[in-house]
């Protein structure tokens, strides 16, 4: 036994820990190689929003400031091109205007810029529509005007026709085509509220009536991803399991800038940001690998106990729907998808 396990260990030494990987639910790219501008024109206009599943980005507009910061490498249209219909859009009340951020680093960006992007695709392709999280970000100040106020400057030019006006906290696909449906994520939830349109913007994000959300964002070590992961696969089992009762809402994004958990590893298990990197090996294998990360890749092995590798949560959500087959897993946010993991959400909609 002794001998086997000397063996095991040498080959660990001898065996590159790299392990070159490319996945079609990552890409550190910027661009996406599929079309998918309408694909919403084959749902029918019967469909309630929620009983939709969809694939998203988290923190959309975040390209900038480092490894700790960027969760997005596509440009906002060719996210909206490439099939993504749910957008995590970060304002900072800030001079009386709306600069983007993602914590204290600005985004280069202002949420005019996003509006109009946002508009530009709907006139192009009518048949879609464009649910938006919002919410402040980071510090406000040297503000003269209320961030509702600002907000209402900012979507003037465009309210009548591209804005959502909620009538319902359960609208249909047919009410809402050529709109953008605004998931109102700064008049914080008040569990006392009975109003079934808590905000008159949109949807009011965070009523539990109305909304699940698996939100898990932070984990302290790069071990933590499978804990993580915990996280996401059970909202996907609770998702399929209910049919759609309700907004399911999945993040597969986490991060921590003090202990340097990357969202790009997150997503991937890579080593560095690059689409086709390296996965990054655990540290152990058989058997406390197994019982550590019972969900993360085994590979190299050797008389039956083989290397334990990290597993992003983009792949194993790709994965979670190829094997599982379900039928509903509602809107799925993540950091720098891929081509495959759009496709697998959006086309569980044509089962």
């Not at 079609?24 to 661009?31: C, G, L, M, R, T």
Request: charged share 20%; glycine share 8%.
């Amino acid at each position: 036994m002794f001998s086997l396990l000397l063996r095991v260990t040498i080959l660990t030494v001898v065996i590159s820990i790299a392990e070159s990987h490319r996945h079609v639910a990552y890409s550190h790219d910027e661009s996406l190689p599929t079309f998918r501008g309408n694909w919403m024109s084959n749902l029918s206009d019967s469909t309630y929003l929620h009983k939709l599943s969809l694939a998203g980005t988290h923190d959309s507009m975040a390209f900038y400031g480092g490894f700790t910061t960027q969760t997005q490498s596509i440009p906002l249209m060719d996210q909206l091109v490439g099939g993504i219909r749910v957008l995590d859009i970060r304002c900072r009340h800030y001079e009386d205007s709306f600069p983007i951020h993602h914590g204290f680093i600005f985004q280069k960006t202002y949420f005019g810029t996003v509006l109009k992007t946002i508009v530009e695709f709907l006139d192009k392709y009518p048949s879609e529509m464009i649910m938006m999280r919002f919410r402040d970000e980071y510090e406000e100040g040297k503000n003269t005007k209320t961030f509702w106020e600002i907000y209402d400057e900012y979507v003037a030019p465009y309210k009548a026709k591209y804005l959502w006006t909620p009538t319902t906290n359960r609208p249909t696909l047919g009410e809402v085509r050529g709109k953008i449906v605004l998931l109102d994520d700064y008049t914080r939830y008040n569990a006392s509220t009975t109003s079934t349109l808590a905000s008159p913007y949109g949807l009011y994000y965070g009523n539990k009536n109305d909304f699940s959300i698996q939100d898990e964002y932070e984990i302290l070590t790069n071990f933590e991803l499978g804990k993580k992961w915990k996280f996401v696969k059970d909202q996907l089992i609770l998702a399929n399991s209910t049919g759609g009762e309700k907004f399911f809402i999945n993040y597969l994004s986490a991060s921590s800038v003090p202990t340097a958990v990357f969202p790009f590893f997150v997503a991937s298990g890579h080593m560095t940001e690059g689409t086709s990197s390296d996965r990054l090996y655990t540290g152990f294998t058989d058997p406390v690998g197994k019982s550590m990360f019972p969900d993360f890749p085994r590979l190299h092995c050797v008389f039956g106990i083989c290397m334990y590798y990290f597993e992003g949560t983009n792949i194993l959500t790709w994965e979670f729907i190829q094997k599982e087959k379900p039928r509903f897993v509602g809107i799925i946010y993540s950091d720098f998808p891929g081509d495959g993991l759009i496709e697998a959400v959006n086309s569980l909609n044509f089962q």
